[in-house]
């Protein structure tokens, strides 16, 4: 069909407007051939009439139904108008920036902060392919990051525009998106770094301007680097072009580089006071703007970021100093005053402050540096020359110095920054990130905007031959003949300016001539280049020539065209920089040899041949290191497959979303975007596959072309058939390939065919209701005729006759019923009188009968009432008797308990009276040693001390004897009761004959310490504590004596170091006098003498503050020793009291007097030898309290050994019970298992590692391995083995989780390990003893509870692994579900016949698998989700464990649809919502079916997600419902939803954006998230209930078949 016939009544065309661009405006008139106007309505309602011919009529306007596509080359009509009306929709009504234009992405600067680039946004877009989900960086950026892992080859991301156009935050996000999903989880942190750099790198290179607050003004190629697995390993980074005019001159209202604001933001810090910094407004290159701040951003805390970046990146504060001291010499610089001499004469005058300041920052000669920034040399050819410098030149020379040591300093922190990003590891592949200044064009173009429209030529070219390459690539691919296509070919631009006799090599020529100008080169461009085509001289000024670009015309001012190209700085400033004190900026200047630029890979043709360099200075231009860097950056784009992305400015102003649709044309046009659109045009630029075209156009098929089963056929049969001209589209292999305008031709034709069907409807439907209507109407008026004429004929008949033998009729009738009834009575009256009668008889005989009965059955009870009577007395009798005997046996246990509590409670004495008597040793010891130390201070009264302490230590002798004696008769006994104890009965008098004995035995405080320690081992301990004591005491006074060592010989170096420093500080003393005779005229070194005796003071002030400091803490020492001393001596005193009272008891230890004099005197001998007694004192208290500490570990060690005498007090009493009750009951399992220490590997190897799920054993008892863990733990604790209880414990849980984690994508590995350590959990805590835990337990159970140890330690960390493993099993879970969810809960027609596929864009084909693949269904995921139920259940998992299982991975089926459906526009309409509710129902059925419909709560969100895509959405009602119904959605999803529901057909109307209003002022009161996303990660929190498990341990038996032969049951 011919693109005219479609100029028909009612549809819309775009004219041209100067303010909008376009306007819209409708046909009035069909349009014929032949006709020489069109007549059209605009929107305003004024008519207007276009003088056209069929080939220059105005564009056609696309349905509404295709406004708003993701991708422009979606629409049917692909021109200027469309591209613009399409993102202008997207950008103002749906607030949606980004939009796919074939290959590229074009990006509006919202000029907001979007909340569109959180890591749930990343985890979103990552593995999906790029049609599927709304249009972002992060598509593109996962495309790139796709395609090199599938196809192996190098990518690129090409990001360019203008100036604020937001070029800077897209490759930061791209690589942001590039950091998170390519985690190297190494150490090493290179994402992080990657990220850092680009702070600096804004600092150092961005400026504000009038278009853009952080505007980039330097190109950017930054290339990441990826290992073999695809994980960030480094990058790298390549600039170009540095404005570094900017340095020494901005704008009104524009800013110098962030880096100089940020320094004097933060001049008054410590670090940056030696740099002399003002405010920025005091220094003249960051002053010129008259604007130093700008909204919003803090340059302090700016600074702050700037140099954390850099220590993230391991550049050292060393580093950081020097960059800063450059920074601020730069600043300074500008400062420095150059005044006029004359004519032709300058000077600065020697004590100019800044240039002091910038003298000594860069560590030159102020003399040198006045010399040569006022005059030059000459070189003639006899001699040289120093000619003076006029006042502009020297200013140039000042301001050239600072460039070129600004692009030197730029250049050098870009090299250290690549050299922190570069990791240890071989490149596998990298994705390169082009950020770029787009196409500029100003009032005034110069020198940096020839080179920037340049570089974007040549972007340009490689830019159309890749979309040219695209297309012969699809066409080839689908058989489809390949026919030329004309596009625009930039090349002859790019030879006028780089060929041989072009721009740049003209400019290069006359910067070699000394005298060559502006005017003169100008003059050669008129000359040479004046009759070329896209050369133009303009006719009204002299200093300007125009370069037809590709995107528009620029008309360029050759002013200092040649200054820039030559960036001339005079060699005797470089020498002065070259002679530097300072090695930083030294090296900057050195001369280095040039190095020839081996270009690997693709090499590019150039477009001219190369010239070889005349001379130095040519060779060194910055046109032609351009053109070299420029050259290196094609030849690598061309070896990558490149992605771009085109930053659009929407507006001058900075205006959030708000659109000017004149500039956004004009950036059309320059970007690129147009002319792909028209190459697109020229060709078949709408592409459907079989499927899309038969699924969209199946309601032009006829009868007969519906039955065939061939849909490719079919497809082709009906465009035969609508589309007469064969030219207009094309068969491929997979793909249907149409003209512009044949898609609209085919909505027409459908929308027409929809509409004759819903004609016919509505002509059936309502002759149906009429007919109805009418029916009801004539049933009613047939009933009303029925009962008027009823009436009438009753009318009628009424008369007097006919009442009158109507009366006797009735009475007649009346008489004759009356007569018959009477008969019918009297009969009926005979017959029942008769029968009464003999009923009487009959009564009267049984009454007699009855007489007889009762009589004999009285006698009966009587008797058996005498019996029952006689055999209650009997039974009475019995339980009396049965009472006593219980009572009895009752009293019999009670005593034995009492004796048993006794006994316990005389333990409890003993322990006791062991502390007293622990305390009261300790006590005499203390004392002992407190006359020892009287008898060294005091030797006149040392014979009487000595005497006391013989006293003394004979008692203790006596004391001990008294202990070893009692102590073997208590072992004996215990012996004895152990033996009784071991037995299988203990008799009673046995019992009471062993407690009388031990009672006196013990009755004494000695005996029960004897007897206890017997229980221990003690005595040993007790025998062997002095040799101990002795020993310790000893090395403790080695260990003060060290440490007395170690602080003189800290003192010492200190005055050593004071000596040290004094004779440094006279050496520097001299050499400052010698220096100030020898040269008195540097007043710098002034200033470092001063310094250094400051810091000499400042050494000595320090050394005495030491010296005090530690004459201090000796006092505080002595103090505190004192005051021990006094303590001592008052505790002695104490005991000398008590020594009195006992002195009555010593006077039969005489005898050993002789023996403690001995050890007196070795002792006194010992403590002669101490240098310091209050040292001893410090290290005696020390010792005593860690006796104390080891006594407190005894007393708890015996209270454990009561505890478990009590327990076995307590078996043995239940043991006698049962014995007692059953003695001839046979002996069964105590449900444990015994193995031996060094099988503890093999249990561990056979039963958890080595072990299958699906095995014959566990199938029949599934958590058969807790069981016999549990039964393994109980033997030991049984056995009070802690060391084997603790071992066991540590194996179990190590090896479950390594096996877990080798295992971690096995699920029935990880169930079943789940449910083992759920049932090890429970038996733990129901065999703990706990009475929380022990309530419902069966006694056999109480009695299998722990005994010994208390494992609630262990249980805690049982319970954290039973998480580890719930979560990795969840997680795995996930994973098997991920792929699956989208195309079954999105994509897939579970309701036949009502999805029509829209028309898409090339995104969405070349994404797409063109085979005709079977799609994941959500049969599919209940078929999943059933195996993982059968898994779970054939576990034996708890059903709320299970229960919370599904829970989880419904949220993530639903979180995933959700986030899926929010990112994709495509996706949100009214049929995609009824296939959406379907699905859920299938998933209520399965858990119905599983009785889990308590979990579809999870899917809430994604249910009403659902109910909102199918609700009216126009009235304030339908607004009020969805507040009330969407209570899981917070506003940022539905807003979403709303601004991003897109019809189908159209019959639909989109959501108004009041209505979306109305909603959002309707909720605002609501609190609640603003994510946009949903956390796919989030997990509920588990828990595990404890149930308490039926089986007893004693009845389970170990299978064969796991190989534990060496556990024996016990």
């Not at 003209?739 to 004609?759: H, M, N, P, S, Y």
């Not at 327990?1207 to 006698?1216: G, P, V």
């Not at 010994?1348 to 996930?1374: G, K, P």
């Amino acid at each position: 069909m011919a693109l005219v016939q479609l100029y028909t009544r009612y549809n819309r065309v775009w004219i041209p407007d100067e303010e909008h661009v376009w306007k819209s405006a409708e046909i009035l008139r069909d349009f014929h051939d032949g006709d020489d106007r069109l007549q059209l309505l605009l929107e305003d309602g004024t008519e207007y009439t276009v003088d056209s011919s069929p080939t220059k009529l105005p564009p056609l306007r696309n349905p509404d139904i295709l406004v708003g596509e993701n991708d422009l080359t979606a629409l049917s009509y692909l021109h200027e108008p469309a591209v613009l009306h399409n993102l202008r929709v997207r950008f103002l009504e749906f607030r949606i920036i980004y939009t796919y234009c074939g290959i590229i992405l074009v990006a509006l600067n919202p000029y907001k902060q979007l909340s569109i680039y959180g890591d749930a946004i990343i985890h979103a877009y990552s593995g999906q392919n790029m049609g599927d989900m709304d249009p972002h960086i992060f598509a593109v950026a996962e495309e790139a990051y796709k395609q090199m892992a599938r196809n192996q080859r190098n990518q690129s991301i090409i990001i360019s525009g203008e100036s604020g156009a937001g070029k800077t935050v897209s490759a930061r996000y791209a690589m942001r998106y590039f950091a998170v999903v390519s985690k190297s989880g190494s150490k090493t942190q290179v994402e992080d770094k990657v990220l850092a750099s680009n702070p600096i790198t804004e600092a150092i290179g961005n400026a504000k301007t009038t278009r853009n607050d952080n505007s980039s003004r330097f190109g950017k190629f930054t290339e990441i680097s990826f290992d073999s697995r695809y994980r960030i390993i480094g990058a790298n980074m390549r600039t170009y072009l540095l404005e570094k005019s900017r340095v020494v001159f901005q704008a009104y209202n524009e800013r110098n580089y962030h880096i100089f604001y940020q320094m004097c933001a933060c001049a008054d810090l410590p670090q940056f006071k030696a740099l002399q910094l003002m405010s920025a407004e005091e220094f003249h290159y960051t002053g010129m703007g008259c604007d130093i701040f700008i909204e919003g951003v803090d340059d302090r805390k700016s600074m702050e970021e700037t140099q954390r970046t850099f220590s993230l990146l391991g550049l050292n504060e060393d580093f950081q100093s020097d960059v800063f001291k450059v920074l601020a010499a730069i600043l300074h610089m500008g400062n420095v005053e150059i005044k006029s001499c004359g004519d032709d004469r300058s000077s600065i005058s020697p004590s100019d402050t800044h240039l002091l300041i910038v003298c000594d920052l860069l560590g030159v000669r102020a003399d040198k540096l006045v010399q040569w920034l006022c005059n030059r040399r000459l070189v003639l050819v006899a001699e040289k020359v120093v000619k003076p410098l006029h006042k502009d030149r020297a200013v140039n020379s000042r301001d050239a110095l600072a460039k070129r040591i600004y692009a030197y300093l730029f250049d050098c922190i870009i090299n250290r920054i690549n050299r922190a990003l570069q990791v240890p590891g071989k490149q596998h592949a990298f994705i390169g990130v082009l950020d770029i200044y787009g196409f500029e064009t100003f009032d005034i173009n110069s020198f940096e905007q020839f080179c920037i429209n340049y570089a974007n030529e040549k972007l340009q070219q490689q830019f159309n031959l890749h979309v040219f390459k695209l297309e012969q690539e699809e066409y080839m691919k689908e058989d489809i003949p390949w026919t030329l296509i004309d596009f625009y070919d930039n090349q002859p631009a790019i030879d006028l300016i780089e060929a041989k006799m072009g721009i740049l090599d003209l400019l290069n020529e006359e910067c070699l001539f000394p005298q060559g100008t502006d005017q003169s080169w100008l003059q050669k461009l008129y000359n040479y280049l004046g009759s070329k085509p896209l050369f133009e001289r303009p006719k009204l000024s002299n200093e300007t020539f125009v370069i037809q670009h590709f995107a528009d015309k620029v008309e360029y001012h050759c002013k200092d065209f040649l200054e820039k190209n030559r960036d001339a700085l005079y060699e005797e400033l470089v020498e002065v920089m070259r002679d530097s004190q300072f090695p930083f900026l030294a090296k900057f200047f050195q001369e280095e040899e040039q190095k020839a630029l081996n270009i690997r890979g693709i090499k590019v043709k150039a477009a001219r041949p190369g010239v070889k360099p005349a001379n130095k200075q040519l060779r060194t231009s910055v046109g032609d290191k351009f053109c070299s860097s420029l050259s290196l950056l094609m030849a690598t784009l061309n070896a990558t497959t490149p992605h771009y992305v085109r930053c659009i400015k929407p507006n001058d102003e900075k205006l959030p979303f708000e659109y000017d649709s004149r500039r956004v044309v004009q950036q059309l046009r320059a970007c690129g975007v147009l002319e792909t659109i028209r190459i697109s045009a020229q060709s078949y630029p709408s592409r459907w596959t079989y499927s899309e075209f038969y699924n969209r156009y199946n309601v032009l098929m006829t009868n007969q072309e519906a039955g065939f089963n061939d849909k490719m056929q079919t497809c082709k049969n009906v465009l035969q058939r609508l589309i007469q001209d064969s030219n207009q589209y094309k068969f491929g292999r997979t793909k249907i390939f149409l003209r512009a305008g044949q898609v609209a031709f085919l909505e027409k034709l459908r929308l027409d065919q929809l509409r004759t069907a819903c004609i016919t409807i509505q002509k059936h439907v309502r002759g149906w209701s009429q007919r109805k209507k009418y029916l009801r109407m004539r049933n009613a008026a047939i009933t009303l005729q029925q009962y008027i004429r009823g009436k009438k004929t009753i009318r009628k008949a009424v008369s007097a006759a006919n009442l009158k033998q109507a009366w006797a009729a009735v009475l007649i009738q009346r008489y004759w019923r009356g007569f018959r009834i009477w008969k019918v009575y009297e009969t009926k009256m005979t017959t029942l009188q008769s029968e009464i009668d003999r009923v009487i008889i009959e009564k009267q005989n049984m009454e007699k009968t009855f007489e007889a009965s009762s009589k004999e059955q009285k006698e009966k009870y009587d008797q058996a009432k005498l019996n029952l009577l006689e055999e209650k007395e009997i039974q009475k009798r019995l339980s009396k008797i049965a009472e006593h005997n219980l009572d009895i046996q009752r009293q019999d246990h009670e005593k034995e308990l009492r004796s048993l509590k006794e006994e316990i409670r005389r333990l409890k004495e003993e322990r006791v009276g062991l502390q007293m008597k622990l305390d009261e040793d300790d006590r005499v010891e203390t004392d002992l040693r407190d006359q020892v130390t009287q008898l060294t201070k005091h030797v006149k009264v040392i014979p009487e001390l000595r005497r006391d302490l013989s006293n003394l230590q004979n008692q203790k002798n006596t004391v001990d004897r008294k202990m070893k004696q009692q102590s073997e008769e208590a072992r004996a006994s215990l012996n004895e009761i152990s033996k009784l104890l071991a037995g299988s009965i203990v008799e009673e008098d046995v019992l009471l004959r062993l407690t009388a004995n031990t009672s006196e035995k013990t009755y004494e405080a000695e005996d029960l310490l004897a007897a206890f320690d017997c229980l221990e081992k003690a005595t040993r301990t007790l025998e062997s504590h002095r040799k101990e004591q002795k020993a310790i005491y000893e090395t403790q006074v080695e260990g003060f004596k060290m440490k007395v060592d170690y602080l003189q010989n800290e003192n010492n170096s200190l005055q050593n170091l004071f000596t040290e420093k004094s004779s440094i500080a006279e050496t520097i003393r001299q050499e400052v006098c010698r220096l100030s005779s020898e040269n008195s005229v540097i007043p710098e070194l002034k200033g470092q003498i001063s310094e250094l005796q400051r810091q000499s003071k400042d050494y000595e002030a320090l050394i005495e503050k030491q010296n005090k400091d530690l004459a201090e803490n000796a006092e505080e020492i002595k103090s505190v020793l004192q005051k021990k001393i006094e303590e001592e001596s008052s505790k002695r005193r104490h005991f000398e009291e008590q020594a009195e009272v006992l002195e009555e008891d010593k006077k039969d230890l005489q005898g050993k007097i002789k023996d403690l004099q001995e050890d007196s005197d070795h002792l006194s001998r010992q403590l002669q030898m101490e240098r310091d007694a209050k040292i001893r004192l410090r290290l005696e208290v020390t010792q005593l309290s860690s006796d104390n500490i080891e006594f407190e570990e005894q007393l708890d060690q015996k209270d454990r050994l009561i505890k478990r005498l009590e327990n076995q007090i307590r078996l043995e009493t239940a043991h006698k019970d049962e014995k007692t009750s059953s003695s001839a009951s046979p002996k069964g399992y105590l449900g444990m298992l015994e193995y031996k220490k060094e099988d503890q590997s093999k249990l561990i190897q056979n039963l958890i590692l080595d072990l299958k799920p699906n095995g014959v054993a566990v199938n029949m008892i599934p958590v058969l391995p807790a069981y016999i863990l549990f039964m393994c733990v109980r033997h030991a604790d049984y056995m009070n083995d802690e060391e084997k209880l603790m071992s066991l414990m540590n194996a179990i849980i190590s090896n479950v989780k390594r096996f877990t984690m080798t295992h971690q994508n096995d699920l029935v590995s990880l169930s079943f390990w789940l449910c083992n350590m759920y049932q090890l959990l429970n038996c733990l805590k129901q065999y703990s003893g706990d009475e929380e835990f022990s309530k419902q337990s069966t006694p056999r159970q109480v009695k299998n509870c722990l005994q010994n140890f208390d494992l609630s330690d262990h249980r805690q960390v049982v319970s954290d692994l039973a998480i580890c493993i719930y979560h990795q099993f969840i997680t795995t879970m996930e994973n098997a579900l991920a792929t699956a969810i989208v195309p079954a809960m999105l994509e897939h027609e579970s309701l036949q016949g009502i999805f029509n596929t829209k028309p898409t864009g090339f995104r969405k084909h070349s994404s797409k698998n063109n085979d005709d693949t079977e799609m994941c269904t959500v049969s599919f995921i209940i078929e999943r989700l059933s195996r993982f139920h059968t898994i779970m259940s054939h576990h034996s998992m708890d059903a709320n464990l299970i229960k919370q299982v599904v829970k989880q991975l419904l949220f993530y089926i639903g979180a995933t649809t959700v986030n899926h459906l929010l990112l994709s526009k495509n996706m949100c309409s009214c049929s995609r919502g009824m296939q959406i509710r379907c699905n859920i129902s299938y998933l209520e059925e399965w858990l119905q079916e599983k009785e889990l419909l308590s979990s579809i709560d999870t899917l809430q969100p994604l249910t009403q997600a659902a109910w909102l895509l199918q609700v009216s959405k126009t009235t304030d009602d339908d607004a009020k419902a969805i507040v009330e119904k969407c209570t899981e959605l917070n506003m940022v999803q539905i807003v979403k939803i709303l601004n991003s529901y897109t019809p189908i057909d159209g019959y639909e109307k989109r959501v108004a954006s009041s209505f979306v209003r109305k909603v959002q002022s309707l909720r605002q009161d609501h609190d609640g998230s603003a994510q946009l996303m949903m956390d796919v990660r989030y997990r509920f929190p588990v828990t595990f209930p404890f149930y308490l498990s039926p089986q007893a341990l004693e009845l389970l038996k170990v299978p064969n078949s796991l190989h534990l032969e060496f556990l024996n049951m016990i």
